[in-house]
């Protein structure tokens, strides 16, 4: 506590007391698992994030540095560690604002949530992110792993990304300086927090009513009603990742809590108390079900808990 206070001192130039001790953090995840943050903070402006690494690094912060810094979103793909996170960790979710620089062109918080963002495109009858009907999550979250459907993703529309690096500058990175695949971006590596990015979709393009409907239908073959992080492993080339677990029985296969959901295999739910590392388990068990029947190594679609940068 006497350290929280030295803290909450030393931030008392910021409009509000942003640092928590001890935060539990299952409740940021939808699957619901992980331990506690040993350092929590929710931002609510890009300012107010570059403020904090900068007082972080002033000479009289009471932190130990190096300092980790991990980052959630809407924790819609992410298996948080049990346990504690050492240092601290970040929510962008209070970073939220969209601004429409004209038509076709928004600048938008990396908190902002991306089904609102879908939603508001078919409303103002812009296509271009038909794919993401249904894809939970906030902006940044989905801006690093290319988040998508139907061999597109988001990458595709964003012009720039604007970020905080580990000194506390604002660094931004134009289309051309980072790269993209599936459910892959170099923006994961660059050892920053997203913090806007200004994304352009075509203005005349209308919103595909048949192509959003054909992508929310798909849905219907999902457990959605469950705690998961959507789909535990990456499509293998050709090959559905969902298919090649049913094939290998794995539909059934639980650890504790931890159950493989008997509606689409490629889906790990939480059915109660399960742990990360329960989870876990059950991925490696199925990983290793798919590779002795068929050669394959299925990848993990879910994103394992780390800092995206030190404080030094
Ligand atoms: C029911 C369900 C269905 C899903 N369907 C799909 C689908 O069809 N297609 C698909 O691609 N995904 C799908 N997902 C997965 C997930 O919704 C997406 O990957 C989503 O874009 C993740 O966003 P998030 O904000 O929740 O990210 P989080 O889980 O919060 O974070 C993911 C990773 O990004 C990092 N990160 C988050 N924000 C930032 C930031 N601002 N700066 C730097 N790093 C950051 C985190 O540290 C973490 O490593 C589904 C998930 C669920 C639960």
Redesign the pocket.
């Given at each position: 506590m006497m350290l929280l206070n030295n803290i909450q001192h030393i931030y008392s130039s910021l409009p509000h007391k942003i640092i928590k001790e001890n935060q539990p953090l299952a409740d940021l995840s939808?699957l619901g698992t992980g331990g506690k943050a040993e350092y929590f903070a929710q931002p609510q402006s890009p300012d107010e994030l570059q403020q904090l690494i900068r007082a972080i690094r002033s000479e009289d912060s009471p932190f130990e540095l190096p300092l980790s810094v991990?980052?959630?979103?809407?924790?819609?793909?992410?298996l948080i560690d049990d346990g504690i996170t050492h240092g601290l960790t970040v929510s962008?979710r209070k970073m939220n604002s969209l601004k429409w620089l004209n038509d076709s062109t928004a600048e938008i918080q990396?908190g902002f949530s991306?089904p609102v963002l879908v939603r508001t495109l078919r409303e103002r009858n812009i296509g271009g992110l038909e794919f993401a009907e249904?894809?939970?999550?906030?902006l940044?979250?989905?801006l690093?792993?290319n988040?998508?459907?139907g061999g597109k993703g988001v990458c595709e529309y964003a012009e720039s990304v604007k970020?905080v690096d580990s000194s506390g500058n604002i660094r931004t990175l134009a289309r051309g300086e980072f790269e993209y695949g599936y459910?892959i971006c170099s923006l994961?590596e660059e050892e920053?927090?997203?913090?806007s990015a200004v994304m352009t979709f075509n203005s005349t393009l209308a919103y595909d009513e048949r192509a959003g409907e054909y992508f929310r239908s798909k849905r219907g073959t999902?457990p959605?009603n469950a705690r998961?992080?959507?789909?535990t492993f990456k499509n293998p080339e050709g090959v559905s990742a969902g298919k090649l677990l049913d094939e290998c029985g794995c539909k059934g296969l639980s650890v504790g809590d931890a159950a493989v959901s008997d509606k689409h295999a490629n889906f790990i739910l939480n059915k109660g108390h399960a742990s990360s590392a329960d989870i876990c388990e059950l991925m490696r068990q199925c990983a290793e079900r798919v590779y002795e029947n068929t050669g394959v190594m299925l990848e993990p679609e879910i994103?394992r808990w780390q800092p995206?940068f030190c404080v030094q």
């Open positions: 939808t991990c980052v959630i979103g809407g924790g819609t793909n992410t962008t990396s991306l249904g894809i939970p999550g906030t940044g979250g989905a690093t792993g988040a998508g459907a970020a459910r994961s920053l927090i997203i913090v999902q959605l998961s992080a959507g789909c994103r995206v």
